[in-house]
């Protein structure tokens, strides 16, 4: 049974850090690509983020514009999230994602396993 587990959300104030973090389980890591989508309350869910297997990053630049940053450890079977700069418009259920297809993250659909979400809170 696959997992994903994240961790690392929580109140933070504006111009502050996160780390997030994605523990994956019940697959082989190193044949997913793995990303981070983001839903705020009233809104639809967006890509923010996502990395290829072989380590290629790829950013909504709309959204995060150099403040954030995505890595994986294939050792450690987990993604992170390293989010800078923080706004109150990041506020939102931060999600991890892993597909087999890179393009389905860009689609936003068809994606293979969901986590269940951590809150990141942004106040002003």
């Known amino acids: 049974q696959v997992q994903l587990v994240e961790s690392g959300g929580g109140l933070v104030q504006a111009g502050g850090s996160l780390r997030l973090s994605c523990a994956a389980s019940g697959l082989t890591f190193s044949e997913y690509d793995l990303g981070w989508f983001r839903q705020a309350p009233g809104k639809e869910r967006e890509f923010v983020a996502a990395?290829?297997?072989?380590?290629?990053?790829?950013y909504n630049t709309n959204a995060v514009k150099g403040r954030f940053t995505i890595a994986r450890d294939d050792t450690k079977n987990t993604v992170y999230l390293q989010m800078n700069s923080l706004k109150p418009e990041d506020t939102a259920v931060y999600y991890c994602?892993?597909?087999?297809?890179?393009?389905?993250?860009?689609?936003?659909?068809?994606?293979?396993?969901w986590g269940k979400g951590t809150l990141v809170t942004v106040s002003s």
């Open positions: 990395i290829s297997r072989s380590d290629s990053p790829w």
């Open positions: 994602v892993a597909d087999r297809v890179f393009g389905d993250f860009l689609k936003g659909s068809g994606l293979d396993y």
